[in-house]
């Protein structure tokens, strides 16, 4: 079986452009562009499974444009002079996960800020914070980490203990990263933050771990291990952030990212029960096993791990969950807008629904490599009715498996979906209840009752292939699709 369509092609030196031999069951090929006229050799002419066609089609693009990646902001001033330890006096941080060290990591920041800028540092170890912490504009708190990192390696390590924290979930942030029009914003790198009451058997409500004020502040090679709410880049302005492997369990959110009126930046997150299991050396740690008989069906059944709101230029890319209800929401910020922007390589493993759509912008989103499984009869990818049916979104080269009753649920919006691979069976691959769907030149790898569904929508399959045949139920438009 081969699939072309939309390519263009130059003869090789037998002066063919293709050659479809006696092997070849099933082939379509679909509106290619061709040097001079299209010279193609078949061997099984009479196979009705053997589709060429030239006629013009609309296939949408990629846009090919190269993704521009971040560049790690830095604090106000970098100099020598500039440099704060908190384990050095006048600060003197015990860093024994006893003392409590608020004091002393707040003074160091506060004196970076008068200073104009700075980097707050924090040598490895365990600091104890019974209180919230602000870094002040120009300044950037950091760690011994200067890469990616698990919970198990530690290095710096805050045990947020904050009385009356647990239980509020809308109380102060642990930590607030602010930002102003003369030093820009701040940020955090290389810390650990671990929640040491926090409970694998009754989970317990906290506030967001880190909240960024303003614009222009970063989050890079940060873990937030056992956060209830992890990092939140969308209540207030948040013009130009930059979060790069920012990591953690991502138990009720993971990341919340909006209020964007430019562009900005969320690369190499990955969100994962795992970060939860530090190690005896971490207190209350769970095991390894507790993870997933514990931790992971409470994600599954309560947790978003990604939820990206009004952002008007986003670039994503190289992102991951394993474990939550939604792996990754776009939704609206009422007076604010959605998601507009491209999401490149995202994974969801291990949750119930792999994307869900409540929202996108009129410019719509573009999501490319996209691999997505389901759990607990969940979906692939969920389109709710809240999306406007002018709303792009467009789906290029994605890749499912595990049997669901329904892989793509659409209920609204302006969905194109180009090259998707679906391993397995179920009940339907794509069902439309609302809005359009255009499926283009994917392939359904195992047979199914029916494959697509039109129960109420608009859906047209093209190019595509299917075992044992396209099987559909509803009005559904087809053109050049071949059995396997």
Request: charged fraction near 15%; glycine fraction near 14%.
């Amino acid at each position: 079986m081969c699939k072309e369509a939309n390519s263009r092609l130059a003869a090789g030196g037998a002066s063919k452009h293709i050659c479809l031999g006696s092997g070849v069951s099933s082939a379509s090929l679909l509106s290619n562009d061709y040097n001079g006229s299209a010279v193609i050799q078949n061997a099984n002419p009479s196979n009705n499974q053997i589709v060429i066609d030239q006629s013009p089609r609309t296939f949408e693009e990629i846009d090919g444009s190269p993704y521009t990646r971040s560049v790690h902001p830095k604090p106000a001033k970098i100099g020598a002079a500039d440099l704060f330890d908190v384990s050095a006096s006048p600060y003197n941080a015990a860093a024994d996960g006893v003392t409590d060290d608020t004091s002393a990591i707040q003074d160091a920041l506060d004196d970076a800020g008068a200073n104009g800028g700075g980097t707050v540092y924090m040598p490895a170890g365990k600091y104890r914070v019974d209180g919230h912490l602000e870094v002040p504009a120009g300044v950037e708190l950091r760690g011994a980490q200067d890469v990616p990192f698990h919970t198990m390696s530690h290095g710096t390590v805050l045990y947020a203990y904050v009385d009356g924290d647990a239980g509020n979930a809308n109380g102060t942030p642990f930590i607030k990263l602010n930002a102003d029009q003369v030093l820009g914003g701040s940020g955090i790198r290389g810390i650990l933050i671990w929640y040491p009451e926090q409970d694998v058997d009754q989970v317990t409500a906290y506030p967001w771990t880190i909240q960024s004020q303003g614009p222009h502040c970063w989050i890079v090679y940060t873990n937030v291990s056992n956060a209830y709410q992890g990092v939140d880049f969308g209540t207030y302005n948040n013009d130009g952030h930059v979060i790069d492997y920012l990591s953690g369990a991502g138990l009720k959110t993971g990341l919340f990212v909006g209020n964007t009126s430019t562009e900005g930046w969320v690369e190499n997150v990955h969100f994962n029960p795992t970060y939860w299991s530090g190690d005896e050396k971490l207190l209350n740690s769970p095991t390894g096993a507790e993870t997933l008989t514990k931790i992971w069906p409470w994600q599954k059944a309560n947790g978003t791990s990604f939820v990206f709101g009004a952002v008007a230029d986003g670039h994503v890319s190289e992102t991951f969950v394993f474990g939550a209800n939604d792996g990754m929401r776009f939704i609206e910020q009422p007076g604010l807008g959605s998601f507009h922007g491209t999401v490149l390589n995202h994974g969801t493993d291990g949750s119930r629904n792999g994307i869900r759509f409540s929202s996108v912008d009129s410019r719509g989103a573009t999501l490319i490599n996209l691999e997505t499984v389901q759990y607990d009869n969940g979906h692939f990818v969920v389109v709710d009715n809240t999306v406007s049916g002018s709303a792009p979104i467009r789906l290029f080269n994605t890749n499912h498996w595990t049997n669901p009753t329904v892989g793509y649920d659409i209920r609204g919006g302006d969905v194109l979906l180009q090259q998707g691979h679906f391993a397995d069976g179920g009940t339907h691959a794509i069902k439309v209840a609302g809005g359009s769907a255009a499926i283009q030149t994917s392939y359904f790898a195992t047979a199914m009752t029916q494959m697509v569904n039109n129960a109420g929508g608009t859906l047209s399959v093209t190019g595509s292939a299917a075992a044992n045949g396209l099987t559909v139920s509803g009005t559904v438009t087809q053109d050049g699709n071949v059995s396997r």
